[in-house]
Nanobody
């Protein structure tokens, strides 16, 4: 069983920044792609960003491209999501997830393990 623990959420004004972290318990963390998803009240969960096993390839949702950056530190079993120029529409619970394989994926059903989520609120 893999545990994923997110941190770094909070309340921020529009235009501000937050950095989310996700620590994984798995020793073979470096073999799996990782992703960030989010869910707002009344909406379905959506893909935000993904990163492959090495960190050499990333993928972003159109809505966050140019504002968010995903990265990973395999030595620390941690993946990050740097969020800049935040907008009220970015308000959501953000989930970290571990992909079944090493390649980046935007499809939620390719992810086997999920964190409990961290809440991000962007005020206007």
């Amino acid at each position: 069983q893999v545990q994923l623990v997110e941190s770094g959420g909070g309340l921020v004004q529009a235009g501000g920044s937050l950095r989310l972290s996700c620590a994984a318990s798995r020793r073979t963390f470096s073999m799996n792609a990782m992703g960030w998803f989010r869910q707002s009240p009344g909406k379905e969960r959506e893909f935000v960003a993904g990163i492959n096993w090495s960190g050499g390839r990333t993928e972003y949702a159109d809505s966050v491209t140019g504002r968010f950056t995903i990265s990973r530190d395999n030595a620390k079993n941690t993946v990050y999501l740097q969020m800049n120029s935040l907008k009220p529409e970015d308000t959501a619970v953000y989930f970290c997830a571990m992909c079944r394989g090493p390649q980046v994926s935007a499809t939620s059903d390719t992810y086997d393990y999920w964190g409990q989520g961290t809440e991000v609120t962007v005020s206007s």
